[in-house]
């Protein structure tokens, strides 16, 4: 889905360092959200957003920071990366409730 | 969101058998997706069910909402290697959170 784009797709850094993900949408929806998945694991989510200016957290937020300043981007912010940080990591969004997800192609961090 | 239960986490099949994966929840859930992920990619929308006892194919694919519609099931029948995935569930909610999924892998 060309419309929910991830950057960067693969990334290493090093304990201790601040990194951020970005995501951005260009369909305007509401909604975006955060996930790691670990190897062999299902979706744990992190923060998510309704709206511009409203984040909340989800199951797994300790470590990360968000921000939503405009509806199309949604980035994620680890303040200083940990080895346990490393995951693959989705980006969603969706117009509104209960309406379908559309994820990005994901980050593969690496925490060294 | 409601939290959802996915059963098996696993599943080996030999190809050509039938595959079923299933979605529970101790509540009421609003409505249930599905989606699949492919292995080394992302999680892609198949189908949203919202009635009571909804039943809806696709091709090969039936989804199931309980009557009750504290719990779901989506059935392959003639399982592909084109099936491999893992499969995932979700209540809709406010707050899109997934069951663990169901990892399927099929022997050619």
């Known amino acids: 889905d060309a419309g929910i784009t991830q950057s960067p797709r693969y990334k290493i850094t090093e304990t201790g360092r601040q990194v951020t993900l970005m995501c951005h949408q260009t369909?305007?929806?509401?909604?975006m959200f955060w996930y790691r998945q670990d190897l062999g694991h299902g979706l744990r989510l992190i923060y998510y957003s309704a709206a511009a200016d409203i984040t909340d957290k989800g199951e797994v937020p300790d470590g990360y920071v968000v921000s939503r300043s405009k509806t199309e981007n949604f980035p994620l912010t680890l303040e200083s990366a940990t080895r346990s940080q490393t995951s693959v990591y989705f980006c969603a969004s969706r117009r509104g409730e209960d309406t379908e997800a559309f994820f990005g192609q994901g980050t593969r961090l690496t925490v060294v | 969101g409601q939290q959802v239960m996915q059963i098996p986490q696993y599943q080996h099949v030999q190809e050509g058998e039938d595959f079923t994966t299933y979605c529970n929840s101790s509540?009421?859930?609003?409505?249930i997706q599905w989606y699949k992920q492919r292995p080394g990619g992302h999680p892609v929308f198949l189908i949203q069910?919202?009635?009571?006892?909804e039943v809806k194919k696709q091709k090969r694919l039936t989804f199931q909402f309980g009557e009750a519609k504290k719990n779901s099931s989506l059935h392959i029948t003639a399982t592909q290697t084109t099936d491999v995935g893992t499969y995932f569930c979700?209540?809709?909610?406010?707050?899109?959170?997934f069951g663990g999924g169901t990892r399927l892998m099929v022997k050619p």
């Open positions: 509540t009421t859930l609003s409505n």
């Open positions: 069910l919202v009635k009571s006892g």
């Open positions: 369909w305007s929806h509401s909604y």
């Open positions: 979700d209540d809709a909610g406010n707050m899109l959170t």
